[in-house]
């Protein structure tokens, strides 16, 4: 960090981490501007199906006057979350920071054990059918669940269940602070040298300035003396 740039000019980590996930964070989509687009209008049906469907549902209960108004804040929303799904899968675009980069790789992590938590935990749950069997203490028959994972399969994904969820307990508590914390440093690195190299490109065009201007004073100068040595020559005979 430049000695002449105090520490508090930079900004502090909860402030590089606090950032619009959407609006602050440039999308790894790389869009080309046309002047004849006009403005996109989102509709209700305009949403692929499992957005629309989350949308009317949220829709049931809304009375006639305010359902227009919900309708054009929920569709906002859905594309919004979109957004972000599609920087935290994908990644952010060429100008993000290091700390953007670092908050949506943590959230990738994450999300990815979570699927698999997810995925394990359904096929875990899954019944392929019903056994009658006698209840020990009435004697009445009832019906047992014949679970789909068995035997050591169920055992490795009950144990692999449980890892997940201590993996991400680690990466929520523990890495992910000192992550953030290291790209906050990093990124308020950048910053400076950026501000840095502004600065010099600042002082360059004003040493560049007064060089130009002693060479104009040098020019009209030479052309003084020049003109003083052409009057004190001796007229041709």
Request: hydrophobic share 35%; charged share 35%.
């Amino acid at each position: 960090m430049s000695e002449d740039t105090p520490a508090a000019d930079l900004p502090t980590n909860e402030q590089l981490i606090n950032f619009h996930p959407v609006y602050d964070a440039p999308s790894p989509a790389i869009r080309t501007a046309r002047a004849d687009l006009k403005p996109f209008e989102p509709t209700l049906g305009g949403l692929p199906p499992e957005m629309r469907a989350r949308v009317e549902a949220r829709l049931v209960d809304a009375s006639p006057a305010s359902r227009q108004q919900l309708e054009a804040r929920y569709i906002e929303e859905e594309l919004l979350n979109n957004a972000v799904n599609v920087r935290v899968m994908g990644g952010l675009g060429p100008d993000a920071t290091p700390v953007q980069r670092e908050v949506f790789e943590i959230a990738n992590e994450h999300r990815l054990m979570l699927d698999e938590h997810a995925r394990l935990t359904r096929e875990l749950e899954e019944v392929v059918r019903y056994d009658t069997r006698e209840n020990p203490e009435t004697g009445e028959p009832e019906p047992v669940p014949v679970y789909r994972v068995q035997g050591d399969r169920q055992t490795a994904y009950e144990g692999r269940v449980r890892e997940l969820e201590r993996l991400m307990r680690v990466l929520n508590e523990i890495d992910k602070p000192k992550r953030l914390a290291a790209a906050c440093d990093k990124t308020r690195a950048q910053m400076q040298q950026v501000r840095d190299q502004l600065a010099e490109r600042a002082e360059a065009k004003v040493v560049a300035e007064k060089m130009l201007r002693e060479q104009r004073v040098q020019h009209i100068a030479d052309g003084i003396v020049k003109s003083r040595r052409d009057s004190l020559m001796p007229a041709p005979k």
